[in-house]
């Protein structure tokens, strides 16, 4: 057993009052009716979490974690009412958006930067990496280990299938699928 766990075990506290807690102590914003349970949090920026949002781990023998991490002081992830964050990981160098009804599947992963430069120049790979903010729409589902990165919007209601890596914009109402993620269909319902 971790130490958060034997901790929380030990004073006998709700996993969303710990979760509360936790979110509190790192300055994140949040809504009405918050539901989840642990998650590993960096806030060096903003973190603001809209209505019935929903953050969850998994605890039981998988490695999926919901993390959220902000790696500059200007950097901002929103995430909209009602979205659902299960065993996700974002990292935020500028600004990650997530709209309203939105739903990941464990290990899914938003990047909005290369993390660190592609050059032989030792000096050049220090510096910080390239990054582009990340835009997602309104019902969008990701699912299980797909891949968002730097500089891509995704449209309302579009679906992003398992293991896809999202490398472009995804239009409204379609089904993306791939490495890189191409459109498979548009969507009528």
């Known amino acids: 057993m971790g130490i958060q766990k034997g901790v929380q075990a030990a004073l006998k506290v709700p996993d969303l009052v710990f979760l509360i807690l936790k979110l509190r102590l790192h300055g ?5 009716h918050l539901r989840g349970n642990s998650v590993y949090i960096k806030n060096v920026g903003t973190i603001t979490l809209g209505d019935w949002v929903s953050l969850r ?3 039981s023998g998988s490695i999926h974690r919901t993390c959220l991490y902000t790696h500059c002081q200007d950097s901002v992830i929103a995430v909209g009412d009602h979205s659902h964050l299960s065993g996700t990981v974002i990292h935020c160098r500028t600004t990650v958006t997530i709209g309203d009804y939105c739903m990941f599947a464990p290990g899914s992963k938003i990047m909005d930067n290369d993390s660190h430069r592609i050059t032989i120049d030792i000096q050049k790979r220090r510096q910080p990496p390239e990054s582009a903010p990340v835009t997602i729409g309104n019902n969008v589902w990701v699912g299980m280990n797909a891949l968002i ?11 992003v299938a398992a293991h896809a890596v999202v490398t472009k914009d995804v239009p409204k109402n379609t089904l993306v699928a791939g490495n890189p993620a191409r459109i498979i269909r548009e969507m009528t319902e």
Request: proline share 0%.
């Open 28 to 32: 994140v914003e949040y809504g009405r």
């Open 57 to 59: 781990s998994f605890r």
């Open 149 to 159: 990165l730097k500089g891509v919007t995704i449209g309302d209601n579009a679906i």
